[in-house]
């Protein structure tokens, strides 16, 4: 009785042993894009020093689990544009060139913003305001030559970044301002002029709130019936604990998908630290004061806050892969927590844990609980 006892147990022993096995192989064995390879692209948004090597971890970490990435800043205007007569292309060539190498998807993030483009670009060389003649002239340039020189190389470009306000009308930016409504049109038009093949996409955060919503939809009708190329809609997903709801995400990803606009989540991270209330989107000219109850997770997340958000990605992700059909790309703003602008927006100095890598490179729990749900 006595070794029958025994056996049994070492057999339970030996089991437990395989399946914990089994679990530790499917898991830190798989990458994120390998785990989504037959759903959506998986992308990241990386900047110089990662693909210098001055983080040696992060290039190998990046060519493991993505397989698109975003220049953070590389190729916004004050980057790439910081003088009426020069472009600086290195930085962000080192970006693409490391994408060719390791066979990823390229995203041009972006030929026109409102944000990180310099007081220049909307002024005449004595500092008065541009024409709307003058300042379509400049946004052509910019774009030929940008796009242009990365003709072939970046596969998809965000075309216009955040150009719809919260309650679905035109933000009123210098852009509009100066040129009217049909500057998106020509930005459109224009980026189709320097690289005809490239994906042309309207890119926006909150976008998948109804009355946001309504804006970007009427948007992209309007350019489609103008025969206007635009082949996508990007969601940036500067999301939340507790939003946005995940119906609403439902809806706005089914709206997009039935004007026949392929859909990205661009910038995806979840906030888990309290917002100051009068910040309600990812506009990057809000900035708040610092408070130490503000910062409450300096010393680590707390286990409830981490289950929190495990649970939140599965969720969220639960939406993504039912709408697997339409969502071409999932990228996340960022390789891990350490280097996530969320440690620094809205709010200078916190220590925020948005991404589903901790600061030591390590996966977390919402990791494995991605893994699993691309499984299913
Ligand atoms: C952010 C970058 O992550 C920061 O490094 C930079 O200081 C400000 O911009 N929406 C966008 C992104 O489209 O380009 C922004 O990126 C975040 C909000």
Request: negative net charge; charged residues 25%.
């Amino acid at each position: 009785m006595k070794k029958i006892t025994i056996l049994f147990s070492l057999k339970i022993t030996a089991l437990t042993a395989l399946i914990m096995m089994a679990v530790a192989c499917t898991s830190s064995d798989t990458s994120l894009k390998d785990a989504f390879s037959d759903h959506f692209l998986i992308g990241t948004a990386i900047n110089g020093p990662q693909v210098h090597g001055v983080d040696p971890e992060a290039r190998p970490f990046i060519i493991r689990h993505f397989n698109s990435i975003t220049a953070e800043n590389a190729m916004k205007w004050e980057k790439i544009h910081p003088d009426p007569d020069r472009f600086h292309f290195a930085l962000a060539d080192s970006i693409v060139d490391f994408g060719l190498q390791n066979d990823m998807f390229i995203v041009g993030h972006c030929l026109l913003w409102h944000s990180q483009t310099p007081d220049w670009v909307f002024q005449d060389s004595l500092g008065n305001p541009l024409t709307r003649d003058a300042l379509l002239e400049r946004m052509r340039d910019h774009i030929l030559t940008v796009a242009g020189h990365y003709k072939g190389k970046v596969k998809g470009w965000d075309v216009v970044n955040e150009a719809v306000d919260e309650d679905g009308s035109l933000r009123k930016s210098k852009w509009l301002e100066i040129i009217g409504e049909d500057y998106i049109q020509k930005a459109f038009e224009f980026a189709y002029e320097a690289d005809p093949d490239a994906e042309l996409y309207y890119n926006d955060y909150n976008n998948e709130l109804p009355q946001k919503q309504a804006g970007v939809v009427a948007l992209v009708k309007d350019l489609q019936q103008k025969g206007v190329k635009i082949d996508g809609v990007g969601i940036q997903g500067h999301w939340h604990l507790d939003s946005p709801d995940l119906k609403v995400l439902d809806e706005s990803i089914s709206a997009y998908a039935a004007l026949g606009m392929k859909v990205m989540i661009t910038e995806m991270e979840v906030n888990v630290l309290p917002t100051p209330p009068e910040v309600y989107g990812a506009d990057i000219s809000q900035q708040a004061q610092y408070l130490e109850t503000l910062n409450p997770y300096k010393g680590g997340l707390p286990d409830s806050v981490q289950k929190q958000l495990t649970r939140r990605y599965a969720d969220l992700f639960g939406v993504l892969l039912k709408h697997r059909d339409a969502v071409t790309r999932v990228t996340f703003w960022g390789i891990h927590d350490g280097y996530s602008w969320k440690n620094n927006w809205p709010i200078y100095g916190r220590t925020n844990y948005p991404l589903l890598f901790d600061r030591g490179y390590q996966p977390k729990p919402a990791y494995f609980e991605l893994i699993r749900e691309a499984k299913k």
